[in-house]
């Protein structure tokens, strides 16, 4: 029963690293849950303090993930359009494959900026800081999935 528990953590584990670049899955919950199913185990590989860190850690992400791209966007003038724009290019983006991951939010916050009637410059400046905000957020989720990765790979060992 062992194998059953490994495979649905490391699947769990590789959509939560999927999770950390597309917007519709929350890697870094995703990766955490993969951690929680290793404790099905006939011998459990985490202590329960371990897990409890974790939790925090991973909520703690989830919300700064939500916050730091807002942040960015309101420090350098944008508004929700940016916001909106940086999310749909995301999106958009994906199906460009890792350059598009990195330029569709940059364009979709320019873009969207531009449809709330900024200036080229003021629409520039927002866009740079909502980009800067989610490729924030964006390394925050792979360092923690990938370090869950590496204690989930460490306990099989």
Request: glycine share 14%; proline share 6%.
């Amino acid at each position: 029963m062992d194998i059953v528990w490994m495979v649905i953590g490391g699947l769990l584990m590789l959509f939560g690293i999927i999770g950390c670049l597309l917007p519709l899955l929350p890697g870094p919950p995703l990766s955490y849950f993969g951690l929680l199913v290793l404790q099905l185990m006939e011998e459990p590989p985490f202590s329960v303090t371990f897990l409890i860190i974790w939790a925090l850690v991973v909520v703690i992400i989830t919300g700064l993930d939500y916050l730091v791209p807002i942040y960015g966007t309101k420090r350098f003038g944008g508004t929700k359009y940016g916001l909106w724009g940086c999310a749909i290019g995301l999106v958009a983006g994906f199906w460009f494959g890792p350059v598009g991951i990195i330029v569709g939010p940059f364009i979709g916050a320019l873009i969207g900026e531009w449809i709330g009637n900024a200036n080229s410059d003021q629409a520039l400046k927002a866009a740079i800081g909502s980009f800067v905000g989610f490729l924030f957020g964006t390394v925050i989720k792979l360092i923690a999935s990938v370090t869950m990765l590496y204690y989930f790979v460490a306990s099989l060992f």
